[in-house]
């Protein structure tokens, strides 16, 4: 089984030697590994052309165009069977593809496979980012099913991204990385992975993933809030409603600002029709929203997770016996 393992790198000089390390340093073969360049103007450029191993191939781009543009660029550049990711400043064990394959060769209706997590600090973190760090790990390495994966993705991004290998027809039939997602590309092509065929956790912690203050995702909360509100809801759309014609009409329930934010995303791309806002979020309000629902003029509660009082609402709907991801959605939301 031929694997390449892929990797696009911006700016990456801080962690990059340390990340080649491990990726070098990996016991399967044979592995193909692609590093494609994406448009540096720090030392990457003069790393990446350090390297003198032969199973490495590296590419060049000379305009920054994303990480989603450099993984698909990487991946038409090999015949291997199989693609590892990685991500820039992240570390794979020694053992992580070779563990991967026989996960894989014992489970042949897997089409891709991650690992469980530890995460570690680039940077100073404060407090809270540390408290974080170590919830996301618990909550990774919590996730031990196809049926549990499944059930995440309304919500989030069960697998870590940079521990993913994938078959290559899997990835074709899925249809490659969307560019026009900067920063939650990653949880954008896991809902539509995840349409093509069963994706596992290996239970070992192959993968170390690196979470800094002036990550992408921790420096434009806002905007990676919004990517992934766009990509929830589209899954949503296509795996809960594929019978509704129109967009289907949901309640959405959060603070004023998130309401207002979340309409006007979905707005201008056409998922849902949020027709009522509501954001005192106390039970008068919920009961409102119930009645309209029973009369079949709403499709769907819409939870977003800085509704102050998000259990009480979830717990409301449960006990009138509505389904979690069927009925009702909680997403994350920093709007």
């Known amino acids: 089984m031929k694997v390449a393992l892929v990797m696009a790198v911006y700016n990456g000089e801080e962690y990059l030697q340390e990340t080649l390390n491990s990726i070098l340093s990996q016991t399967y073969q044979p592995l193909e590994i692609i590093l494609v360049n994406d448009g540096s103007t720090d030392s990457t450029t003069e790393i990446l052309n350090a390297i003198t191993d032969q199973r490495v191939k590296i590419i060049h781009l000379e305009v920054n165009k994303g990480v989603a543009n ?14 590892a990711i990685h991500d820039a400043d992240d570390l794979s064990l020694p053992q992580r593809i070779e563990e991967q394959v026989n996960y894989l060769k014992a489970n042949p209706d897997v089409v891709a496979v991650g690992s469980f997590i530890q995460c570690i600090a680039g940077g100073d973190l404060s407090d809270g980012k540390r408290a974080h760090m170590l919830n ?18 309304f919500k989030g991004c069960p697998i870590t991204h940079g521990s993913l290998l994938m078959s290559k027809d899997a990835f074709l039939q899925a249809g490659r990385y969307d560019p026009q997602y900067k920063i939650a590309s990653d949880y954008e092509f896991f809902t539509r992975l995840a349409a093509v065929g069963p994706v596992e956790i290996v239970p070992k912690v192959l993968y170390k993933y690196r979470i800094s203050p002036n990550s992408l995702s921790n420096s434009n ?30 309640v959405v329930h959060g603070t004023k600002a998130g309401c207002i934010a979340f309409t006007k995303i979905m707005q201008k791309e056409g998922i849902f029709h949020p027709r009522i806002n509501l954001f005192l979020n106390g039970r008068k309000d919920m009961r409102k929203s119930y009645e309209l629902y029973k009369l079949g003029k709403i499709d769907a ?35």
């Open 221 to 250: 909360v806002l905007e990676t809030s919004k990517e992934f509100l766009i990509s929830s809801t589209k899954f949503i759309r296509k795996h809960c409603f594929t019978g509704k014609k129109g967009e289907p009409v949901v």
């Open 301 to 335: 509660f819409i939870i977003l997770s800085n509704a102050p009082v998000e259990n009480q609402l979830i717990n409301y709907l449960s006990d009138k016996g509505l389904k979690l991801n069927k009925d009702y959605f909680t997403l994350w939301s920093a709007l």
């Open 70 to 83: 450099g993984l698909n660029v990487g991946i038409s550049q090999t015949e291997a069977e199989w693609i």
């Open 136 to 153: 996301n790990e618990r909550y990774k390495n919590s996730i031990l099913s196809w049926e549990k994966i499944r059930e995440e993705l």
